[in-house]
């Protein structure tokens, strides 16, 4: 069976990559979402409420608690958090010894302890895939780096779990597109809209958007495939069955970064494909020569032949299913393929009704397959205390491994409501009594499509008099019509986002906007460097606009001929009337979602030699642009990778001499040893010296 150090170490490097974008990103955005004068102030959640100690970390399991023992308030404590996590994050992708199960560990807490006061702009999906990311993370991590020789009997066990993250992952999201009924998906339509409608897009969306219907069809019908089909070979006894679907995979997550920003999600996505691969796949250093010269036994040939025919197969299968199930045809007078979904919703809930608890047992089966193994490298393992050694951690992580399996299965079942109320009831106390801590989630992405008959954004206008309006242009968002759609992954702009889901509803259902319109009113600087980083693009930096009122519009792309301009729009309704400070409505709805400040933050000494230090290194980072700070400390780090790639083997080869040159004494040769000592390159080179010289 293939190995899979390097997947693990290359999985590791990945999630210490994803929590540094991370962690930074977050932190350039603190003041102004959750600091004294931000949009949801953090301090608000977290208030004594005359409970122990420790169970109030139980219950709110967040470091913040801590931090007026350190002279910090909650928002510079979450700063402090933030820059650690991103200053450890670093180390580990740099240093081998520091990717350890404590450092994930502490990555894990830390980001945990973000979301507990997070609030909305700290509740998507990806946060939560990269807390469980990073507590599987903290399980595959080495404690102690066995020689090379070996592997430890348990090493593969936390790994699996990655791998059924993924399926969950995967699988669910392709699901959900079905299960919610959305026309545009069941009519493979959704592609003409996706593009223009996603919350931030890029340019090559606006190209993408303008290709033919018929291609958007198709590619609906590749993602439906890539989602519900491929993720069952993830458990495919044939290696190549695995490969062609991580490479499915990482196609799909490559076409979302390049049309849409999806900050770290689809970076986090691609760590996950990892779990795929094995050693031989990764090694460039395989032998290709030897395993050729040495004939393989019968028993390898027929096993050969029997995975070569499973693999064709299932392919054949995969094949036929996808052209009955979506009807395709090639039109050859329109040089196109045509395609339309040929199953009902009722056969589609009869299928995933089989298929949700057949796919538990499989990852079941999977991981005893896993278990089994691991108990047989056990086995081979010589000398009773390394054999007790590992006997205890075999048991810890098997353990371990089981456990978790059986929470995730509560948010998996969620895809089927039948299998769920099925599920063993010990699945359901032990999924609630972690609940809290995040270590398994449900998941499904873009479950209905938005947006269809035009994009809903909304435009913030600001006046002095109540007569002129200007609008409010955002740094990410959709608003000016000329303005080339950017490219900030990984970096999320948590305030537009949310932009993008307040435009779905009326301002009501989006509580925090009212308090956005109340700091802009007040000219709240953290919330102003939200909008815009640069003061010259906000239009009322000097002085904060006397009115403010909010209109919803809706966009679409440009058409190819229109020039210098990327959107065009069309006026909908009023979606935030206009409003002043003091005004009878505004303070109406402060006071109805619970937004006024009735106790104003404690002023802290300002004689803290930290709090100091978090300032300082804040007016350093303030006025620099994000998405160019994080592609700075991605590209650095590659550079120092590429550093130590090139010379590390440099260093060990200039101190190979050094060694050499000290004598050693070597035992005699013995008539019966099979191995034949090594010549020294520089003893070699004597011989053949003198060897020439007696033929001359």
């Not at 340019?203 to 590749?222: E, G, N």
Request: net charge positive; glycine share 6%; with cysteine.
């Amino acid at each position: 069976m293939a190995g899979s150090r390097l997947p693990q170490q290359l999985f590791l490097q990945g999630v210490a990559a994803v929590f540094m974008c991370a962690f930074a990103s977050l932190y350039m955005q603190i003041p102004g979402l959750y600091g004294a004068d931000g949009i949801l102030p953090a301090r608000r959640m977290l208030r004594p409420q005359g409970k122990g100690r420790w169970r109030q970390l139980w219950e709110t399991p967040t470091l913040l608690w801590e931090a007026p023992l350190l002279g910090l308030d909650t928002a510079q404590g979450l700063e402090l958090l933030s820059l650690l996590g991103a200053l450890l994050a670093l180390g580990a992708l740099l240093l081998r010894r520091l990717r350890h199960p404590l450092t994930y560990l502490l990555l894990w807490a830390a980001y945990l302890s973000a979301c507990q006061v997070g609030q909305v702009f700290l509740y998507f999906q990806w946060d939560s895939l990269l807390l469980e990311t990073g507590f599987l993370a903290a399980l595959v991590a080495p404690l102690w780096r066995p020689p090379h020789h070996k592997q430890a009997p348990h090493e593969d066990l936390p790994f699996w779990l990655v791998r059924w993250l993924l399926f969950r992952l995967m699988f669910s999201s392709g699901v959900v597109k079905l299960t919610s009924r959305c026309p545009t998906w069941w009519g493979l339509t959704a592609l003409t809209y996706h593009y223009e409608t996603q919350c931030l897009p890029t340019p090559a969306a606006w190209y993408a958007h303008h290709l033919p219907v018929w291609l958007h069809k198709l590619s609906v019908v590749a993602t439906f495939l890539i989602e519900v089909a491929m993720p069952l070979l993830f458990f495919g006894p044939v290696r190549r069955l695995r490969l062609v679907s991580f490479y499915s995979q990482v196609l799909l997550q490559v076409l979302i970064i390049i049309t849409g920003n999806y900050n770290f999600f689809n970076l986090l996505t691609l760590v996950l494909t990892t779990a795929l691969l094995d050693d031989a796949h990764l090694s460039v250093h395989c032998d290709h020569s030897r395993r050729r010269r040495t004939p393989a036994s019968w028993p390898k040939t027929v096993l050969a032949a029997l995975g070569l025919l499973l693999e064709l197969g299932v392919y054949g299968l995969l094949a036929y299913g996808t052209i009955c199930c979506f009807g395709l045809e090639v039109d050859w007078e329109r040089h196109s393929v045509e395609s339309r979904t040929t199953f009902t919703f009722h056969q589609f809930s009869q299928w995933l009704k089989t298929v949700t608890v057949p796919t538990m047992w499989l990852g079941a089966a999977s991981l005893t397959w896993e278990l089994l193994t691991a108990l047989w490298r056990w086995t081979q393992v010589r000398g009773w205390l390394p054999k007790l050694v590992a006997a205890t951690e075999l048991c810890i992580m098997g353990a371990a491994t089981v456990a978790l399996f059986t929470v995730s299965l509560v948010p998996y079942s969620y895809v089927e409501p039948d299998s769920h109320s099925r599920l063993w009831t010990g699945a359901h106390r032990l999924f609630n009594s972690v609940g809290h801590l995040q270590l398994a989630s449900s998941y499904g992405l873009f479950r209905r499509m938005t947006g269809v008959g035009g994009r809903p954004e909304v435009v913030l206008e600001g006046s002095y008099d109540g007569n002129q309006w200007t609008e409010v242009e955002f740094m990410y968002k959709p608003g000016n019509m000329s303005q080339l759609p950017p490219i900030v992954t990984p970096h999320q702009p948590r305030l537009d986002w949310q932009m993008w889901f307040a435009a779905l509803g009326p301002h009501t259902h989006s509580p925090w906007f009212t308090s956005l319109v109340h700091r802009l009113l007040q000219g709240k600087e953290p919330v102003i460097r939200l909008i815009q980083n640069h003061p010259a693009r906000y239009p009322f930096y000097q002085r904060p606009p006397t009115y403010l009122r909010a209109q919803r519009y809706k966009y679409w792309f440009s058409q190819p001929g229109e020039q210098r301009r990327w959107w065009r729009r069309q006026w909908v309704e009023e979606f935030f009337p206009a409003v002043t400070l003091g005004d009878p409505t505004l303070e109406t709805l402060l006071r109805q979602f619970g937004l006024q400040d009735k106790s104003p933050p404690r002023v802290r000494s300002t004689t803290n030699t930290l709090a100091q230090s978090l300032h300082w290194i804040r007016e350093q980072l303030t006025p620099l642009d994000t998405p160019t700070l994080l592609w700075g400390l991605l590209a650095a780090t590659v550079a120092l990778r590429v550093f130590q790639a090139l010379w590390g083997p440099r260093s060990a080869r200039s101190s190979a001499p050094a060694r050499e040159e000290k004598p050693q004494l070597s035992p005699k040769k013995d008539s019966g040893s099979a191995s034949k000592p090594s010549t020294p390159a520089s003893e070699s080179g004597s011989l053949r010296s003198r060897a020439s010289r007696k033929k001359k």
